[in-house]
């Protein structure tokens, strides 16, 4: 249990976590010790800070939380939840870790599939990832599908005719029911394999059914075999030999300039090298290096599916015990951190630190913010730069056709590719605020299902009303790191959660005026939207209705009459000789426009 304490305080002398706050209440820093009292007195003592680091912790200081834990791996553990939670300022942290992109392998179906995913569940399925670069992983996703032929299609039923991807030879056909399991499991276990980086184990599988197919005179069967072989081989080939034994390891390594840093981790399988993954990290004013290879260490395998029996990494690690052990009881087999000084494993750390170094640059240049974005960040006392701005805005004429709508921001500028619509469906009548709470909620899972990044503010148009409705939206849904806002169109005030008052903003800001081209731009998208719904009302007809007339016999009916009263006025049997049009047709249609005929006068 947390408890809060003043500086010089008793503290335990066991494992544990501890928070540091500032004056606001607000954590700076999450760390862990395996001895509290120890370790608290670094930050609440009169002697002199060991490092600049410490020197402006001591200086913000004015409270902390500590919790004690039964061991100084669960204290880690929890440290890391902590730091995901309240992103504190002086904490290395993943600048992307909303949610990285696994590939799924749904091993508990009957004919498991593969799949993009950024939701990590005890399902009985396997993960491959994190994959840092998505483009890469949707590139290696693309390559199994043509190598291995597993289903495609999300949900799995027997057809009368089977897929276009079974015709090209891209699926093995589980749903023409005449099928053997046994062979479709094989085909899975090579993907399995092939995703663990054992391609080479893969091509020795396929060369055993080649040989017996060869055997038993099916000739085609084992021509397709070869095809695979000889396409899994080339990609074996254009992997590169990085250490002479047919080991397993992970090779990692920041690379740093002032607050901005990238953790770099080369994976190696078989001795052969078969991924990079880089990931940006923020990180806190006088960190030093061996800290922010720790945390990126253990924020990374914290999630990543794919753990090797021995990490190299190039800088020494203050926990490294505590880390093997936790790494080994998530691997579920040792897992060994070690600081190679010589030989092919210095090598190969060398490797890692060469692509931190060059992903440093190029995210360097790519990544850099915008003034305008660090201004924002800075008015609303942010936790990071608000890249990706989402704008919501509602619009209705006394309920009547209600629809909200949300338009995206990358960096300042329009993405038109991420404007979402929505037709509200829970809320009867003119309340503004239930409607901000469903398409808020709405959109939000439509991220999560789609598999996209969330926004790392969302701007409501709107006073603080509609901000509270967007923010039991948000908590509702359960994602966290948003940051919200709202802006009022009457006295153009910036209102944030838990502020009663305005944000003090300048008018002709940057900052304000980027808020103002948002909820206009909404504002526009949504009024327009809304227009185009009445229009599309007003031109609705009774024909709209009647089950079996779509727009091609609409049209000929309005062909023939000219319009609805027409219809109304010819008989059962003229309506019948309409080509497409016959007699059972022409009494629904008769009798449809007949009971909208009664309905136009009952509300008159």
Same mark, same amino acid.
């Given at each position: 249990?947390?408890?809060?304490?003043?500086?010089?305080?008793?503290?335990?002398?066991?494992?544990?976590?501890?928070?540091?706050?500032?004056?606001?209440?607000?954590?700076?820093?999450?760390?862990?010790?395996?001895?509290?009292?120890?370790?608290?007195?670094?930050?609440?003592?009169?002697?002199?800070?060991?490092?600049?680091?410490?020197?402006?912790?001591?200086?913000?200081?004015?409270?902390?939380?500590?919790?004690?834990?039964?061991?100084?791996?669960?204290?880690?553990?929890?440290?890391?939840?902590?730091?995901?939670?309240?992103?504190?300022?002086?904490?290395?942290?993943?600048?992307?870790?909303?949610?990285?992109?696994?590939?799924?392998?749904?091993?508990?179906?009957?004919?498991?599939?593969?799949?993009?995913?950024?939701?990590?569940?005890?399902?009985?399925?396997?993960?491959?990832?994190?994959?840092?670069?998505?483009?890469?992983?949707?590139?290696?996703?693309?390559?199994?599908?043509?190598?291995?032929?597993?289903?495609?299609?999300?949900?799995?039923?027997?057809?009368?005719?089977?897929?276009?991807?079974?015709?090209?030879?891209?699926?093995?056909?589980?749903?023409?029911?005449?099928?053997?399991?046994?062979?479709?499991?094989?085909?899975?276990?090579?993907?399995?394999?092939?995703?663990?980086?054992?391609?080479?184990?893969?091509?020795? =599988?396929?060369?055993?059914?080649?040989?017996?197919?060869?055997?038993?005179?099916?000739?085609?069967?084992?021509?397709?075999?070869?095809?695979?072989?000889?396409?899994?081989?080339?990609?074996?080939?254009?992997?590169?030999?990085?250490?002479?034994?047919?080991?397993?390891?992970?090779?990692?390594?920041?690379?740093?300039?002032?607050?901005?840093?990238?953790?770099?981790?080369?994976?190696?399988?078989?001795?052969?090298?078969?991924?990079?993954?880089?990931?940006?990290?923020?990180?806190?004013?006088?960190?030093?290096?061996?800290?922010?290879?720790?945390?990126?260490?253990?924020?990374?395998?914290?999630?990543?599916?794919?753990?090797?029996?021995?990490?190299?990494?190039?800088?020494?690690?203050?926990?490294?015990?505590?880390?093997?052990?936790? =790494?080994?009881?998530?691997?579920?087999?040792?897992?060994?951190?070690?600081?190679?000084?010589?030989?092919?494993?210095?090598?190969?750390?060398?490797?890692?630190?060469?692509?931190?170094?060059?992903?440093?640059?190029?995210?360097?240049?790519?990544?850099?913010?915008?003034?305008?974005?660090?201004?924002?960040?800075?008015?609303?006392?942010?936790?990071?730069?608000?890249?990706?701005?989402?704008?919501?805005?509602?619009?209705?004429?006394?309920?009547?056709?209600?629809?909200?709508?949300?338009?995206?921001?990358?960096?300042?500028?329009?993405?038109?590719?991420?404007?979402?619509?929505?037709?509200?469906?829970?809320?009867?009548?003119?309340?503004?605020?239930?409607?901000?709470?469903?398409?808020?909620?709405?959109?939000?899972?439509?991220?999560?299902?789609?598999?996209?990044?969330?926004?790392?503010?969302?701007?409501?148009?709107?006073?603080?009303?509609?901000?509270?409705?967007?923010?039991?939206?948000?908590?509702?849904?359960?994602?966290?790191?948003?940051?919200?806002?709202?802006?009022?169109?009457?006295?153009?005030?910036?209102?944030?959660?838990?502020?009663?008052?305005?944000?003090?903003?300048?008018?002709?800001?940057?900052?304000?005026?980027?808020?103002?081209?948002?909820?206009?731009?909404?504002?526009?998208?949504?009024?327009?939207?809304?227009?185009?719904?009445?229009?599309?009302?007003?031109?609705?007809?009774?024909?709209?209705?009647?089950?079996?007339?779509?727009?091609?016999?609409?049209?000929?009916?309005?062909?023939?009459?000219?319009?609805?009263?027409?219809?109304?006025?010819?008989?059962?049997?003229?309506?019948?000789?309409?080509?497409?049009?016959?007699?059972?047709?022409?009494?629904?249609?008769?009798?449809?426009?007949?009971?909208?005929?009664?309905?136009?006068?009952?509300?008159?």
């Amino acid at each position: 249990m947390a408890k809060t304490i003043k500086p010089g305080a008793s503290v335990p002398t066991g494992p544990g976590v501890y928070l540091l706050k500032d004056k606001n209440d607000r954590v700076i820093y999450v760390g862990k010790a395996r001895n509290l009292r120890s370790r608290l007195r670094t930050y609440t003592g009169k002697g002199e800070p060991p490092d600049a680091k410490v020197a402006a912790l001591r200086s913000r200081l004015t409270g902390l939380d500590y919790i004690v834990t039964e061991s100084e791996t669960e204290a880690l553990i929890l440290e890391c939840n902590l730091i995901k939670e309240h992103r504190p300022r002086y904490n290395v942290k993943l600048r992307d870790d909303k949610r990285f992109p696994f590939i799924k392998l749904t091993l508990f179906e009957d004919f498991p599939r593969a799949y993009v995913t950024r939701l990590v569940k005890e399902d009985g399925s396997r993960y491959f990832g994190p994959y840092t670069d998505a483009k890469a992983m949707r590139r290696t996703l693309r390559l199994i599908r043509q190598l291995f032929p597993i289903r495609q299609c999300p949900t799995f039923k027997l057809r009368a005719r089977p897929c276009l991807n079974f015709q090209i030879g891209r699926c093995l056909g589980p749903c023409r029911g005449e099928f053997d399991p046994d062979d479709y499991a094989q085909v899975v276990r090579q993907l399995s394999l092939f995703l663990e980086g054992r391609a080479d184990e893969v091509v020795e =599988l396929l060369e055993e059914e080649m040989s017996r197919a060869v055997r038993d005179l099916r000739f085609e069967e084992a021509a397709a075999l070869r095809d695979r072989i000889a396409d899994i081989a080339k990609v074996v080939e254009r992997q590169r030999v990085l250490i002479a034994q047919d080991d397993d390891r992970d090779a990692v390594a920041i690379a740093r300039h002032d607050t901005y840093a990238v953790g770099s981790v080369v994976r190696v399988r078989g001795g052969k090298l078969i991924a990079c993954e880089s990931c940006p990290l923020d990180v806190g004013p006088g960190t030093g290096d061996s800290e922010i290879a720790e945390t990126f260490l253990k924020q990374f395998y914290g999630i990543s599916a794919d753990l090797p029996r021995e990490i190299l990494v190039d800088v020494d690690l203050p926990d490294r015990d505590a880390i093997e052990t936790w =790494l080994s009881e998530r691997a579920g087999h040792a897992v060994s951190c070690r600081t190679p000084k010589r030989g092919p494993k210095r090598l190969l750390a060398a490797f890692a630190r060469e692509n931190a170094r060059d992903t440093l640059r190029r995210t360097f240049e790519a990544r850099r913010t915008p003034r305008v974005i660090e201004d924002l960040e800075q008015a609303l006392s942010l936790a990071r730069p608000p890249r990706l701005i989402s704008g919501v805005d509602i619009s209705n004429v006394g309920g009547d056709l209600a629809v909200g709508t949300v338009v995206t921001y990358r960096d300042g500028r329009r993405d038109p590719a991420l404007y979402r619509k929505y037709r509200i469906k829970s809320v009867k009548g003119a309340d503004d605020y239930a409607m901000i709470r469903e398409v808020v909620a709405r959109h939000l899972r439509r991220i999560l299902k789609e598999d996209r990044e969330t926004p790392d503010l969302l701007l409501i148009d709107g006073g603080k009303g509609q901000l509270s409705a967007a923010v039991e939206a948000v908590r509702a849904v359960g994602v966290r790191g948003i940051a919200l806002a709202a802006i009022a169109k009457k006295e153009e005030e910036v209102f944030v959660p838990g502020r009663s008052s305005p944000v003090p903003m300048e008018d002709g800001s940057r900052a304000k005026r980027l808020l103002q081209r948002i909820r206009d731009e909404v504002h526009r998208f949504s009024v327009t939207y809304h227009r185009s719904l009445r229009e599309r009302s007003a031109r609705h007809s009774a024909l709209d209705d009647v089950p079996g007339v779509g727009p091609s016999r609409k049209e000929a009916l309005l062909t023939r009459f000219g319009s609805v009263a027409a219809i109304r006025a010819s008989s059962i049997e003229e309506i019948a000789e309409v080509r497409g049009i016959g007699i059972e047709t022409a009494r629904r249609i008769r009798a449809a426009i007949e009971e909208a005929r009664g309905g136009d006068r009952s509300g008159a």
